[in-house]
């Protein structure tokens, strides 16, 4: 079975930076999975943030589009976010998760948490004035 284990979360500043880092392992399904990075604050629902497909194409919630990037290597099975110009608004525990089926992110209108198959633990993100 497939697990997730996300990392460098912490406190930062408004208008500083952080990256995230997901490594997945037990993956044994063919070709490469998608992929996409989520979040959650209490009292609300888990959104999406941003995605990558086994292409490697992105799609990114307007709310961070221009200020995070999503990327990925291979080869470590890893995934990444990076974050910057961080604003108040960002402060929530992160997620990656992970799906076997082959998605193009051009299907995909919205970031949506139920198709994902795989979740991590989250690490969570404060962002302070």
């Known amino acids: 079975q497939v697990q997730l284990v996300e990392s460098g979360g912490g406190p930062v500043q408004a208008g500083g930076s952080l990256r995230l880092s997901c490594v997945y392992t037990?993956?044994?399904?063919?070709?490469?999975?998608?992929m996409g990075w989520f979040r959650q604050v209490p009292g609300k629902d888990r959104e999406g943030v941003a995605a990558?497909?086994?292409?490697?194409?992105?799609k990114y919630a307007e709310s961070v589009k221009g200020r995070f990037t999503i990327s990925k290597d291979n080869a470590k099975n890893t995934l990444y976010l990076q974050m910057d110009n961080l604003k108040l608004e960002d402060t929530a525990t992160y997620y990656c998760a992970l799906d076997p089926y082959g998605y193009d992110v051009a299907e995909w209108l919205i970031i949506l948490p139920g198709p994902m198959a795989y979740w991590g633990q989250g690490t969570p993100v404060t962002v302070s004035s």
């Open positions: 990558i497909d086994g292409a490697g194409i992105t």
């Open positions: 037990g993956y044994t399904y063919s070709g490469t999975p998608f």
